[in-house]
């Protein structure tokens, strides 16, 4: 009876030590937020520019308990395929979407079957949100669903408001989604919960604002109120979720155009309403850090601040006028093959695995942020999954580099042109930027470059080639005295088109790839 009695209580204990090792192992897995500003430029956090005119302490703090990533670039220099490489680790040139971007009313553009960072983290068991912009595409109830599936300026005749909404982001691994469907100046203006307006439109919008496309909205709309509403529901989901492991993407409507920061933001930047948005997205990254610390999450959370693509073309006019260079002296802005349309900001903190004020120069791309998560869950990704994306883990973390060396980051910008970057060559496959239409009369012709920008805006060649870590303003064209350089890159490049792929492993068969028609594929 009594060694029972012993017994009993020794699988008791033995269970409840097993219980505790297991839900230590539980609560040793990261949270990880994923804050992803909308055209916020390499040289508008002040860390990476000592020269801004803004200032961004959160930022600047959250990189000195962090890393730096300072060859960091987006996967696209405009924002859905920018969106859409970074959630699903392949290029969004494999897609329908060969240039341009998405409208509020186009249809999905992640393909049924294609895994997500939401689906990732969900069947890790972690609870998942995406909470802002998605900018990917919905189903809204409406007739003709087929009609422009991608075109940017889609009419909104037809659409039944009121009825549920299909392929929203909770159709795409996100457990919970609060946000806006599209950027700031295209219709619907109106949120969305999971699948649903929480107000109907019953109004329309009308723009002053340069960019600003009218259309239906929810009564009393402004701009000014969204990006609170986006943090105060990433808050609110910290707090429900804190007792188990979660993964937030929270996808930021700022600073993109139209510029519309709260009241209280209004001249604290001392120079222009631009400056004020881009000093209330650092105030609402360090109301998301004050909250873990507040919540005790702070430790063992990954928290990454990036930005989807370079800084808008008026950056030019702000350059003139006040000084401040929202590229960071790096050619070019957003829509761009220069390394201002797509180099971005990348701050990462994590206390329990990454050293605080340490900084990593070697490139990688967006896209690789789900080999980097995958590789984090130590979860192995199936072949047809994430086929461009190689893990960063490594690099944030302080580790050698030397295993990515001979994979290759592709560039792409709005007009859908293709570049190539390898080690320090970056070789672009077209003349000209690949995005803006420069001129003289358009006033974006940032003199502070360089005397000689003008002409090189016109005179590039049929193809560039620079050496990065020579030349980071990309200066001097060396494709003429480097025929090796370009003639392997472009071969490359041509191998990563027609492979599906440019991670090892079976060859994808896209069928929407249409690699015949790009110029440089023979």
């Known amino acids: 009876m009594l060694r029972s009695i012993c017994q009993t209580i020794l699988a008791v204990g033995l269970g409840l030590q097993l219980q505790s090792l297991v839900a230590g192992q539980e609560s040793a897995r990261p949270n990880v937020i994923l804050i992803f500003a909308d055209d916020l430029g390499y040289g508008d956090v002040s860390s990476y520019n000592p020269g801004s005119r803004i200032r961004t302490p959160n930022l600047d703090r959250l990189a000195s308990e962090g890393v730096q990533m300072t060859d960091a670039h987006s996967a696209s220099a405009v924002c859905t395929p920018s969106r859409y490489s970074l959630l699903t680790g392949c290029y969004s040139w494999r897609t329908e979407l060969k240039s341009g971007v998405l409208g509020g009313f186009s249809l999905p553009l992640i393909e049924s079957g294609r895994m997500t ?22 189903e809204w109830d409406r007739p003709h669903r087929g009609d422009q599936e991608y075109a940017m300026r889609q009419k909104w005749d037809g659409v039944d408001f009121s009825k549920r909404i299909e392929k929203t982001p909770t159709s795409n691994g996100f457990d919970y989604f609060f946000g806006i469907s599209a950027s700031l100046d295209m219709p619907p203006y109106v949120f969305i919960e999971n699948d649903r307006v929480v107000e109907l439109p019953t109004s329309m919008l009308e723009f002053e604002d340069r960019g600003g496309r009218p259309g239906p909205a929810a009564t009393g709309w402004k701009h000014k109120y969204v990006m609170n509403a986006i943090i105060d529901k990433t808050i609110e989901f910290f707090g429900d979720q804190r007792n188990e492991p979660f993964f937030a993407y929270v996808p930021l409507n700022s600073p993109h155009t139209p510029h519309a920061p709260a009241d209280t933001f209004i001249g604290t930047s001392g120079l222009d309403v631009y400056g004020d948005f881009v000093v209330e997205v650092d105030h609402h990254v360090g109301r998301v850090m004050q909250n873990l610390s507040d919540l005790r999450l702070a430790e063992n959370t990954l928290l990454i601040v990036t930005s989807d693509n370079g800084p808008e ?41 990454i050293r605080s004020g340490s900084a990593n120069s070697e490139p990688f791309s967006l896209v690789d942020m789900m080999a980097t998560f995958a590789d984090l869950l130590q979860m192995e990704m199936p072949d047809s999954q994430a086929v461009d994306s190689v893990t960063a883990l490594p690099l944030l973390k302080g580790g050698d580099a030397a295993y990515r060396e001979s994979h290759a980051i592709v560039h792409h910008s709005s007009l859908g042109r293709f570049a190539i970057r390898r080690g320090d060559w ?41 050496n990065l870590r020579l030349d980071i303003a990309e200066s001097q064209n060396l494709a003429s005295e480097r025929p090796d350089i370009v003639a392997g890159l472009t071969a490359l490049a041509v191998e990563y088109v027609k492979n599906g792929r440019s991670t090892p492993g079976p060859k994808q068969d896209y069928v929407r790839d249409d690699w015949k028609q790009i110029d440089w594929i023979d």
């Open 313 to 353: 073309t008026n950056m030019y006019d702000r350059l003139q006028n006040t000084g401040h260079d929202s590229s960071g002296l790096l050619l070019g802005s957003k829509r761009d093959n220069w390394e201002g349309g797509h180099r971005v900001p990348f701050i990462a903190r994590w206390p329990r695995a």
């Open 117 to 138: 960072l939401g689906n990732l983290f969900k069947q890790r068991g972690y609870a998942t949100a995406c909470i802002g912009k998605w900018h990917l595409g919905m």
């Open 426 to 466: 970056k070789l672009l496959l077209h003349s000209g930027s690949g995005g803006n239409n420069y001129s003289v009369k358009s006033g974006r012709r940032a003199d502070a470059y360089a005397n000689t920008l003008e002409q090189r805006l016109f005179d590039t060649g049929e193809r560039q080639l620079y």
